[in-house]
């Protein structure tokens, strides 16, 4: 694995050639604690290309805000580091995608902010840098509504994962885990059940 530093942004190659002109960029938040969960994810990367967004002091919100001010591209997709790619052909699945993809409807479209997000769309509506946790919850609902309703039409690739088909709980790097995953993805998930109205008027 080859990682090269750009001041805080590591671009981390699986060693092969790749065509950026038809291969969507892919870039995974991250912070400086998070070392095993990046580690995790990167091992699932088998011939992906991915740029982490490390910061500590943002959440996923400004991260990709980061993302649309710094770097040029028309379409980019957002992960997050507790995921793991199960299968390659997911990338083949995103890189076949046209517009705005949201990898799951759950709790809302875009919801966990993980998707592929256009240029476009993302001038149209508003990016901030929420200033607490709770701030970050209420943007991943009202924010990514507002976005979806922007991005229109738009795609959920897997519509059938989510909190309510989840099977399992598992402990990975001192917390409790939610599994949502099919054969493509696996997301180990911190914070779940969360109500789409819950939060709407705090």
């Not at 291969?23 to 091992?43: D, K, N």
């Not at 990367?45 to 500590?56: A, G, M, S």
């Not at 001010?69 to 890189?95: A, G, K, N, P, Y």
Request: proline content about 4%; charged content about 25%; hydrophobic content about 45%.
């Amino acid at each position: 694995m080859i990682v090269i530093i750009v001041k805080s942004v590591l671009i981390v190659s699986a060693g092969r050639q790749f065509h950026l002109e038809t291969e969507i960029p892919v870039f995974v938040g991250t912070t400086s604690t998070r070392g095993e969960w990046l580690q995790q994810c990167a091992a699932s990367f088998k011939h992906r290309l991915f740029t982490p967004i490390v910061d500590d002091a943002t959440q996923e919100l400004a991260q990709i805000k980061f993302i649309h001010e710094t770097f040029r591209h028309e379409r980019f997709l957002f992960l997050h580091d507790s995921v793991e790619i199960l299968d390659d052909r997911f990338f083949e699945l995103i890189d076949a995608t046209s517009g705005s993809v949201a990898l799951f409807g759950d709790p809302v479209p875009f919801g966990m902010f993980m998707g592929v997000f256009e240029r476009k769309v993302l001038d149209s509506v508003p990016l901030w840098q929420p200033a607490s946790k709770e701030a970050a919850a209420r943007a991943e609902l009202l924010w990514t509504t507002r976005y979806a309703r922007a991005a229109e039409p738009y795609t959920i690739l897997f519509p059938d994962v989510c909190d309510r088909k989840a099977v399992r709980v598992v402990e990975r790097f001192g917390r409790k885990n939610l599994v949502l995953e099919n054969e493509f993805i696996r997301k180990y998930k911190g914070t779940w059940g969360m109500n789409p109205y819950a939060l709407r008027g705090r």
